[in-house]
């Protein structure tokens, strides 16, 4: 965020000031009076694991930067399956521009706060603020590098090496705030069941819970109540994972 925005820091609604979407998401393109313009018409909202957040192929009405949780993106396939196509951490936003109806479903895979905004709203913004559409523009690219670097994992990377990566995606990704190096150690709740990290992987439950007792056993994570994962080194899971 800009020097010139930090200055007029006493303009910024207080629900913005600690807001992580505003520091490193879409609203730090925003100015204060902006914000203050948006701020009037969001809503802040938390929702359980579980809850439908996005129906695909429903009408878009409004967006969402997510503040904390974890978002599971599905696509419905048309005999009545999902498939897990991504995931979104905070500052993530939620929603895909210029469309006019949904192409993901979105579901929350833990507890998940969202800060929502009309869609009119936004798109008004994004007229105004060149700056705007450049950080959306951003986020889809980096969507699309991680769509890309999934691919490689899905189509040529062996079982194990594929739950390595997740776990890593899920380390690096968990805590926006955090200041991970090599030698990093990091604790976390899985966000997906075993099911959906299957899913997610292409495997099955069973590969998935020997590949994760593997790794286990190779000291390379811990696992306390079947979803508590602690990772010792950050550099050494991603080694194993092939990234």
Known sequence: MSERKDIHNSDIPEV???CEAR???ICGALSPDQ?????KHTTRRSFEAGTELVRDAEPVTAYANVISGVVKLS????????????LQFAPDFLGRPLKSESQLSAEAATTVSLCSFPKASLERLMSETPELEHKLLEQSLKELDEAREWMVALGRKPASERVAHFLYLIAMHVDPEADLD????ISFDLPLTRADIADFLGLTIETVSRQITKLRKADIIKVENN????IPSIGHLRDVSGS
């Open 16 to 18: 913005c000031l600690s």
């Open 23 to 25: 520091h490193r998401g």
């Open 35 to 39: 914000l203050l313009s948006l701020s």
């Open 75 to 86: 696509k419905l396939l048309a005999d009545g399956r999902q498939q897990i196509v991504g």
């Open 182 to 185: 090599e030698e990093s150690s």
């Open 227 to 230: 979803r508590h994962v602690t």
